[in-house]
Structures are given as structure tokens and as C-alpha cells.
């Protein structure tokens, strides 16, 4: 099946998606999308007001590309969306225009940033504010945020100033990452949303940037290893062609992803070309929890999974075969039945290789764990693999660790651990798309 059908479009008034998605680029990291019978702009850079502001300087931040469109000409739009606060994300010269345009439209933007969003002229009444792991309905469409890190994962008071979108509807999942690098449990966050498109930023970094306040983005083979990890079907690579020192040249990142052998289909986006997503048939998504032993860690989550995601299947397993066919821990039984989750019934089991190919996710809670299960992978399976810990604490790689022979009180700190990251995991998983087939 064609993930992405492309063709010439030179009107934006005429984007339209019948079914699952359409996008036309706007420059940058913005985009035109319709989806879920909405018109939503994200990260729309359409003025000079950047040129103005840094006239002079080291970096001007004079255009290499016109303007596409005037915001003002963008018409039928619902939504804008914006990433964070930086500029060429939340312009000043684009959104008085248009929201004057779009008299009923709507912005969403990062809680943190709603007092520069306010300043950038977004009337109060017209704003609506998400933090990372929230999802709001747009009408048609849900927009789920995902922690950002440009350069690092920054929390204020009011939550991340960094943020990706998760846009679900007409059965397709775009994610839009905003500006960001890599970071420990990135992946473990986009997995569950089964991403039919990667919008991905593929400017780079380096250290002369760095120095003159210019924060970096994923490089071109980072981004294309990130698809890879969250099992993504497609990828545009956008956040280019605008400022010359903050840029990747198309040839040169032509030549670079013809050396690479990706799974899913993977390219630079172009100026003037309108993309279609369509929708996949996909059942319920299956997880599988592992820890070492299977009677601490992992039964715990696969119960507390049990029972957020009804019609789900979920199970858990060890990498070890000590405690084949035990039941779980007294300790984890009793912590776990002092919470209200039952866990009757369970009793260990250890991986196997067919689990690979029966699930959709597998979770390790540690470092060794993770080891253990990407020794076992079979090439080409088609499970994700990852830690259930950032899941619950974006950017952090320690892991869960086993209360195996320690006291109750750590098998209390471990059950919140295990209870936290279940809860965002079960919240990804029910803002995917699930179209079963005949």
C-alpha cells in the first residue's frame, strides 16, 4: 500500500483529505494540514519578522525562500499550532493575520508559554493551553503533546516549554516533534501512538551555532533511526531552506539518505508538493511487560495494565527462567491488592522468541533487561522494544529497579513507579488510532 501520495499543488485553499491526512508545507517547520475535516496550521513562519529583529547581527535571518503564502491568505482554518515560543514557531508577523482571516479560529500553544503567546497576539479567549502527556479535542481531530528537548528537556512551573504534537483523526497519526534531539524514552512516548508520519526537523547542530544562542535539532540519521524506533510508516524532513546558517542542503541530504536503507518511507519534504497520508487497518495494541524474574515488576504492570486497557492484550514475562510458572511476589501481591489491583491468576513465564512477532510493544524496567531482549530480537520482528520507565519521567534511562530482597517500603516506591508510567501508557495508547478490519 502507497504510505505517501504526492502531487503538485500550487493553491493551499485546495488542500483537502476525504480520508486520513493531507499536508502542504508552509517553510521551516511549518505546515498546512488537513485532517479529520479540520484545516490546522502548525508553526506557521510566514513574515520577516525575524530579518527585522536581528538585522545587523552575526545572523540576519534573511530568507532564502519567499513566503509560500501570506497569512492572511490562508483561509478555512481552524486551528494554529504552535510548538514553543520561538520565533519562527509562534510568529508575531503571522498570527494577528491570521486569526484576523480565520475569525473562528483556535491556537493551541505549550502552558508554559502562555504569557508569549498572549504577547505574540493571540486574543486570551482564542487560546488553548496543553502540557506533554495531555490531549485536547480539536473536533474532529485529537492532539496529543509530547515532551520536546531543544537542545534539553526544560520544565517550568507550568510545564515543558518544548513540545511535539500527536495529531490523531481520519484514522492516520501524524506527529509533528516540534524542535528536538534525541533523549532517553523519546521513543517509549511516540511507540504507543503508532505514528503513520514523522514530521521531523533535520537542520542539525553543531558548537558555532551553540555559542551564539542557536539551538540544534535531530541531524538527518537521527531522525531517520528515530523513525525507525517508534515504528513510524513515513517521514518528511522538514526545518530547512529558510536561514543559510541553519539549514541542510536537499542535495547534499539527498545524497546522504541514499546511504542510509530505511524501513519506512523516508524523504526531504519540497516546496509546492501536496502529501496525502491514508489510513491502515490496525487491531488493538498488544503489550508485553519484562523484567528479570517475572514476579515483581512485571506482573505489576501487566496487572495495572490489565485493567486501564480493557480489550487489550497485555502480559508479562521474564528474562530469566527462575520462577517459570510461580506466582508473583507476596510483597507485590500485597502492595499491589492494598492499591486495588488484583492480581489473581498470574503466574511467570519466560520470553520467547514468537513474542516478537505476537506483540506490538515490548517494555523491559531496566538496563539489563533491555540488553537481555535486544540479544533475543529475531532481525525483522516487528515488535517496538523499550523501557517502561521514561514513560513516566521523560529523559530518564535509570530504569525501574527490582525490589527483589528489599522491604515493603520499595516495593511501595516501585509499584507508584510502575503505576505512573502505566497510566501515561494506557493514555497513549487510547488517543491512537484502532480501525479494525472486517
Not at 490562508?74 to 515560543?85: A, E, K, Q, R
Not at 516540534?178 to 547542530?205: C, M, Q
Not at 490489565?306 to 506466582?327: F, Q, T, Y
Request: hydrophobic content about 45%.
Amino acid at each position: 500500500m502507497t504510505i505517501l501520495a504526492r502531487q503538485p499543488l500550487t493553491d493551499p485553499a485546495l488542500l483537502a483529505a476525504p480520508m486520513g491526512a493531507a499536508l502542504w508545507w508552509l517553510g521551516q517547520a511549518g505546515f498546512l494540514i488537513a485532517q479529520g475535516g479540520l484545516r490546522i496550521v502548525i508553526d506557521a513562519y510566514l513574515s520577516d519578522s525575524l530579518a527585522v529583529k536581528y538585522a545587523g547581527s552575526r545572523f540576519p535571518h534573511r530568507r532564502m525562500m519567499p513566503t509560500p503564502v501570506d497569512p492572511g491568505g490562508l483561509t478555512g482554518i481552524d486551528w494554529l499550532l504552535c510548538t514553543h515560543g520561538h520565533t519562527d514557531h509562534m510568529d508575531p508577523g503571522t498570527i494577528p493575520a491570521l486569526l484576523a482571516a480565520n475569525p473562528g479560529a483556535r491556537v493551541l500553544a505549550p502552558r508554559a508559554e502562555r504569557a508569549r503567546a498572549l504577547e505574540r497576539g493571540v486574543p486570551e479567549a482564542r487560546l488553548v493551553l496543553i502540557d506533554a502527556g495531555e490531549t485536547v479535542d480539536l473536533g474532529g481531530v485529537t492532539c496529543t503533546a509530547t515532551p520536546a528537548a531543544h537542545e534539553d528537556l526544560v520544565r517550568g512551573p507550568d510545564g515543558f516549554l518544548y513540545l511535539g504534537y500527536a495529531l490523531t483523526g481520519g484514522g492516520v497519526t501524524l506527529w509533528h516533534s516540534g524542535d528536538t534531539l534525541p533523549y532517553a524514552g523519546l521513543a517509549e512516548w511516540l511507540a504507543p501512538l503508532r505514528v503513520d508520519l514523522a514530521l521531523l526537523p533535520v537542520n542539525g547542530r553543531d558548537a558555532t551555532r551553540a555559542a551564539n544562542g542557536v539551538p540544534g535539532n535531530l541531524t538527518l540519521e537521527e531522525a531517520v533511526e528515530l523513525t525507525a524506533s517508534i515504528g513510524a510508516r513515513a517521514m518528511l524532513g522538514h526545518h530547512f531552506g529558510l536561514f543559510e546558517f541553519n539549514t541542510l542542503d536537499p542535495d547534499e541530504g539527498a545524497a546522504r539518505l541514499s546511504q542510509l536503507s530505511p524501513r519506512a518511507s523516508v524523504e526531504l519534504v519540497k516546496s509546492g508538493m501536496a502529501y496525502a497520508v491514508v489510513p491502515l487497518t490496525k487491531a488493538p495494541l498488544s503489550v508485553l511487560l519484562v523484567c528479570k524474574g517475572n514476579i515483581c515488576r512485571s506482573p505489576t504492570a501487566e496487572a495495572i495494565l490489565r485493567g486501564l486497557l480493557p480489550g487489550h492484550r497485555i502480559a508479562s514475562a521474564a528474562i530469566m527462567d527462575w520462577n517459570v510458572g510461580k506466582p508473583p511476589h507476596p510483597d507485590s501481591i500485597a502492595v499491589a491488592t492494598g492499591r486495588g489491583v488484583g492480581m489473581a491468576g498470574q503466574v511467570a513465564r519466560q520470553v520467547q522468541v514468537a513474542d516478537f512477532d505476537d506483540f506490538d510493544l515490548i517494555l523491559g524496567m531496566d538496563g539489563e533487561n533491555m540488553a537481555a531482549l535486544s540479544a533475543l530480537r529475531p532481525a525483522g520482528s516487528k515488535a517496538r522494544l523499550g523501557m517502561l520507565g521514561p514513560l513516566g519521567q521523560p529523559g530518564d534511562a535509570s530504569g525501574i529497579a527490582d525490589p527483589w530482597g528489599k522491604g515493603r517500603a520499595e516495593f511501595e516506591a516501585v509499584f507508584d513507579q510502575i503505576d505512573t508510567a502505566c497510566r501515561r501508557l494506557a493514555a497513549l495508547i487510547v488517543a491512537s488510532p484502532q480501525i479494525q478490519g472486517d
